[in-house]
């Protein structure tokens, strides 16, 4: 039984000589959408990389009651800074306050008449990482009613904007992204099944005459089978070679001042899935033409 089916994979591998500028050309279209995938993939994967980098972060500012026991602030900074994701936390005293109000003003920042009634309360700027795991609906809210809810705090300020852009960009990508990819997957669909008719046409005496003899259908398509899953893989992995010849020569095209963007790879396993599903596509589209 191995035996068999070995040579019946041989063989299958055999016959792409059959028809070789079909094959090659059918290899060349798996490639190159392959690598139109892999620059989708590159530019969705090198933009979140730089979203959740630059505004992957939500700031709220959190002021204290006016008067508040020293020890009570203390007990809800350090509530804080046990939340999740948090990524910073920077504490303010009211004398510091009051400092750093002084500098920002300059020379008309002279405020040493209010160091013995000093009118600023105890303040805080927590800054929060948002991963992909954590951008849900109503992340940012919830958060905020834990801040709020801390029992020293008067009120907390941030700005939506921040904790809405990640969400919506990982809302545009999902709604352009499998559209294109069920477009792509088509072509190589459609490529690889005209080229197995193709070899099926030019071989249809061959099969009737297996056909007659007895011979199973497994026997007769195996073969042909094989062939997609030869032109799918190997289509695959010259399309990710070639992206990555690509992306070789580009990563540093927007490594300078202002921008200093280093143009990522993709992890390996989005390559993975890639090579994958083209081989998948390619091996299913040879069932649908064998048939």
């Known amino acids: 039984m191995i035996g068999q089916f070995l040579r019946l994979t041989l063989r299958g591998i055999a016959d792409i000589r059959l028809h070789p500028w079909a094959q090659l050309l059918t290899l060349v279209a798996v490639a190159m959408v392959t690598l139109l995938t892999g620059f989708i993939l590159l530019g969705l994967f090198n933009v979140n990389q730089q979203l959740l980098k630059t505004r992957g972060e939500v700031e709220f500012q959190v002021y204290w009651k006016t008067g508040l026991p020293a020890e009570a602030v203390l007990e809800d900074w350090a509530a804080i800074r046990k939340l ?127 056909s007659l003899v007895g011979a199973r259908p497994s026997y007769i398509r195996w073969p042909l089978l094989t062939g997609g899953f030869i032109q799918g893989l190997f289509g695959a992995a010259a399309g990710i070679g070639l992206l990555k010849a690509v992306h070789s020569a580009a990563a540093d095209v927007l490594n300078f001042p202002p921008f200093l963007i280093e143009i990522q790879f993709l992890p390996w396993q989005q390559l993975a899935i890639l090579a994958a599903a083209v081989t998948l596509v390619s091996t299913l589209s040879s069932w649908v033409a064998v048939k």
């Open 84 to 210: 999740d994701h948090l990524a910073d936390l920077k504490t303010f005293t009211p004398e510091n306050a009051l400092t750093e109000l002084a500098s920002a003003l300059g020379e008309t920042g002279d405020f040493s008449w209010l160091a013995d009634n000093n009118p600023l309360p105890y303040s805080g700027l927590a800054s929060f990482a948002v991963p992909p795991e954590a951008q849900q609906e109503g992340w940012a809210e919830t958060l905020l009613t834990r801040l709020n809810a801390l029992p020293g705090v008067d009120k907390v300020n941030y700005t939506p904007f921040q904790a809405d852009l990640a969400q919506g960009w990982r809302t545009v990508t999902r709604l352009i992204f499998w559209p294109i990819l069920g477009f792509l997957g088509l072509i190589v669909s459609l490529v690889v099944h005209n080229t197995i008719k193709l070899s099926l046409l030019t071989r249809m005496d061959e099969v009737e005459i297996l």
